[in-house]
């Protein structure tokens, strides 16, 4: 049993001709015809007498088809809550995010839904990578901002931002002498990293570019603490573009450029495939948006308003 079988079963009850009816719905009368008869052999039933001309509805027909009027109903109702549900801008929202992202886009986030969207009340934790996939997976929060890619067929990932990497020198450091970087040789120097706690990474464990990404050995930490570390004890550590707007000027002429290939990273938007609430999606889009400087929109989503 289909809605649509409802449908024509009702336009013949309403057009008493099987011709009018398949016309009024858009289709041929031996495809509404074949239809209902389907119908009627699902139920076991005869929904109407085809012997009299205009056709008559059975007695079983017309409890049948009130019935069907009332699913009609419902199935619209259903069909705007979710309409609604889509463009519902208040309520709660549940978003998980890494922590190399938090400084930039927190705050910002707050500030956009307090001026523009009072009623949406946020709630953002710090989480590892997989710990968002995991509770995007068991819809224990809304949505999830991190790196791309994200390999799974449940989630969607919508691209926000990207940016590059520089590795930062203090100055007291001999390695401050060295104005650009070969990521192929970081491996060469003492660089910080946290990873399964702060520690300076063995020179044999990023022998291949591939082995490690950057949330891999950064384990969601805050960069101003491997800056503090590698200031204390020497060393460089790695520093998202993102980020430079928080150092002060001084730690600023500490930075280098990483080449051949530049280090980049897109951070992305990841949600349900299932997930409906269409325009509050659109919102978050937006208020991180405004947190990131125009320029590194590049290659990313450009739409004002996406639609799922």
């Not at 074949?34 to 012997?51: A, C, H, Q, S």
């Not at 790196?147 to 926000?160: R, W």
């Not at 992305?268 to 325009?279: C, G, N, P």
Request: hydrophobic letters at 40%; one cysteine or more.
């Amino acid at each position: 049993m289909t809605l649509q079988q409802l449908e024509y079963v009702i336009a013949v009850d309403e057009y008493r001709y099987f011709v009018k009816a398949a016309e009024a719905c858009g289709v041929t009368q031996s495809t509404l015809s074949l239809m209902i008869r389907k119908l009627e052999e699902e139920l076991d039933i005869t929904l109407f007498d085809r012997d009299t001309h205009p056709v008559e509805v059975t007695e079983m027909g017309r409890k049948v088809i009130d019935e069907a009027k009332l699913v009609l109903y419902h199935s619209r109702q259903l069909v705007e809550l979710t309409r609604s549900e889509k463009m519902l801008a208040s309520g709660e929202l549940h978003i998980g995010l890494i922590s190399t992202v938090a400084p930039m886009l927190i705050p910002g986030i707050f500030k956009y839904l307090k001026e523009f969207y009072p009623n949406i009340k946020l709630q953002i934790q710090e989480m590892r990578s997989a710990t968002i996939i995991d509770q995007l997976k068991k819809a224990e929060i809304d949505m999830g901002i991190m790196m791309l890619p994200v390999v799974d067929k449940e989630l969607l990932e919508l691209p926000l931002y990207h940016e590059c990497f520089f590795a930062y020198v203090p100055s007291n450091d001999p390695l401050a002498s060295i104005k650009t970087f070969q990521r192929g040789e970081l491996r060469n120097y003492p660089l910080w990293v946290m990873r399964d706690g702060v520690k300076l990474l063995e020179k044999n464990a990023i022998a291949s570019d591939v082995k490690y990404t950057y949330e891999e050995m950064y384990e969601g930490s805050r960069v101003g603490i491997l800056i503090q570390i590698a200031n204390e004890n020497g060393g460089i550590t790695i520093v998202p573009e993102t980020h430079i707007k928080f150092l002060s000027d001084e730690m600023k002429q500490g930075l280098r450029s990483i080449i051949n290939p530049v280090p980049t990273r897109v951070i992305s938007l990841v949600i349900r495939k299932d997930y409906i609430h269409e325009k509050m999606m659109n919102i978050i889009v937006k208020a991180v948006k405004t947190c990131i400087p125009s320029e590194l929109h590049e290659h990313t989503i450009k739409s004002d308003y996406i639609k799922i």
